[in-house]
Structures are given as structure tokens and as C-alpha cells.
């Protein structure tokens, strides 16, 4: 893959290019979910570093005005290794993205971890109500930490499913996903209160506007920078929905595109 092609899927290789980016959606309307690709275990960087470097990235996104939030995984802080010591960094970065109003978004890890993070995620969430964490409709357990996470009123980032599920029961059929998420998704329209519908999929598209137009909630569509970015514009003007781009940035950019189809 050429560089051009690569520009289109990722939103710049350092801070300036992609806050530069995130500037420019803004101005349409787009709202932006920034997602670091140098992650502690594959760049070296310490974990105080990682830190430094999440703080740095809120401070720059208030000072500039940029609207959205930001995308991190709990593995990024160590949480596997030590768990109490990572929730500590971890809600140092929180504070840091609640001082300039950004949302912070966990996202999911290996099926082997799901239960460990949303154990987390719910003890976080008692502390910062607008943390949010991401689920996928994949696996066969969604539909009860989905309950799980309502039940605690929290917020989430539903997905189809692209992270490595290993032993965890889930399916891989694209049929069976796609009604296991249209299955989640109703439930979040009936009972969620704040959400992320995050998918490409015309017919799941089409589904939730429909829910949205009969059973407002506050929700928003996301979609990466890159995939079907026409379409998030449809949402956004002739729609009138929310609508939030994820922004991959970085110097490894091949692990998002491997996970998202774009490699093979």
C-alpha cells in the first residue's frame, strides 16, 4: 500500500497533522475520537510516558477547541500486569480529558479480557460518569454485560467486532453478527440512555435511524476516517444526527489497518 492510501485511513503520523485533521471535521460538524497507534507495548514508551503523553493530547485538543474525545486501552497503562497501579494512571488521564470537557473512551481488548475490563470500566464509571467502553455484538456475552453496563448507566460504544476473541464464545458469521447487533442495539434504544452506534453497515445504518427518528436517545454514529465517509456526511445533513469520526494516528499505523480489513 502506497503512502497516499495509507493517508486516507490514518489521520496523520504526529500530533500537529492529526489535531490539524480533527480541526478540519470540526468545522463540517464531524465530531472526532482521537486513538493513539503507538501503544506502550510496541513503542517502548514507559507508562509515565504513555501518561504524559495522553495529558499532552487533551491539553492540545482544549487549547484548539477540538470537539471529541479520546481512545485508549487499559492494556496502554499496564492493567494486566498490574491492575491497581494502571487504574491510577488511568484516571490521571481521565481528569486531564474531563479539564477540557473531552469524552475518554476505553477500548475493548482480547476475549480472554472483556470480563477484567468491564470489571474495571464499572468501578471507574461511579467516578467519572461520562467514561464510556466499547462492546462487541460478536460475542455471546455481549448481551448480558450490555444489561450490565445500562444497569450501571453507563456508556457505550457498540461494535460489530474486530478484536481478537481467542477461547471467548462469539460467532463469526456475518449474518449471525449483524442480528446479534441489531439485537443489542434495540436494547440500547429501549433502555440505554448515552451510546455510540459504531458500524459501516448500510442495513444496521438504516435501522438505527429509523430508531432514532421514533425513540430519541442521546447517541451518536461513528465510522473510521477512511470507511464510507460519505455516508457519515448523509447522517450528519440530511439526517441531523450526531456524528463522530475515529482518528488512528501514529507511526505503526499497520496493526489498525490489519484489524480493520485494509491489510490482509
Known amino acids: 500500500m502506497n503512502v497516499p492510501e495509507i493517508e486516507r485511513y490514518i489521520a496523520g503520523s504526529t500530533l500537529p497533522e492529526v489535531l490539524d485533521r480533527a480541526r478540519l471535521l470540526n468545522k463540517e460538524g464531524i465530531g472526532t475520537l482521537l486513538s493513539p497507534l503507538d501503544r506502550t507495548v510496541d513503542s517502548g514508551e514507559s507508562i509515565p510516558e504513555r501518561v504524559e503523553m495522553l495529558r499532552a493530547l487533551s491539553k492540545e485538543m482544549g487549547m484548539k477547541m477540538i470537539r471529541g474525545g479520546i481512545s485508549v486501552r487499559l492494556s496502554d497503562f499496564g492493567f494486566f500486569e498490574d491492575p491497581k497501579g494502571a487504574v491510577e494512571y488511568f484516571k ?15 477500548d475493548m481488548e482480547d476475549g480472554k479480557n472483556v470480563g477484567a475490563v468491564l470489571d474495571a470500566y464499572i468501578e471507574l464509571r ?45 460467532s463469526s458469521d456475518p449474518d449471525e453478527i449483524r442480528r446479534r ?7 440500547l434504544f ?27 436517545r442521546m447517541m451518536e454514529f461513528q ?5 464510507r465517509e460519505d455516508r457519515i456526511r448523509t447522517l450528519l445533513y440530511e439526517g441531523g444526527f450526531p456524528v463522530t469520526m475515529y482518528l488512528p494516528f501514529g507511526l505503526r499505523p499497520e496493526p489498525h489497518l490489519r484489524r480493520t480489513g485494509v491489510l490482509s
Open 92 to 106: 490521571t488521564v481521565i481528569r486531564s480529558a474531563e479539564e477540557y470537557a473531552l469524552a475518554l473512551w476505553i
Open 126 to 170: 461511579k467516578l467519572f460518569p461520562h467514561l464510556s467502553v466499547t462492546l462487541q455484538s460478536r460475542l455471546d456475552r455481549t448481551a448480558s454485560d450490555l444489561r450490565r453496563v445500562i444497569t450501571a448507566r453507563g456508556r457505550v460504544r457498540l461494535v460489530k467486532g474486530e478484536y481478537p476473541i481467542g477461547d471467548e464464545p462469539g
Open 223 to 227: 465510522m473510521y476516517l477512511g470507511f
Open 190 to 216: 429501549s433502555e440505554g440512555a448515552m451510546f455510540a452506534i459504531a458500524t459501516h453497515d448500510e442495513i444496521v445504518l438504516e435501522s438505527a435511524a429509523r430508531l432514532q427518528k421514533n425513540h430519541p
Open 181 to 187: 447487533y441489531l439485537r443489542d442495539m434495540e436494547l
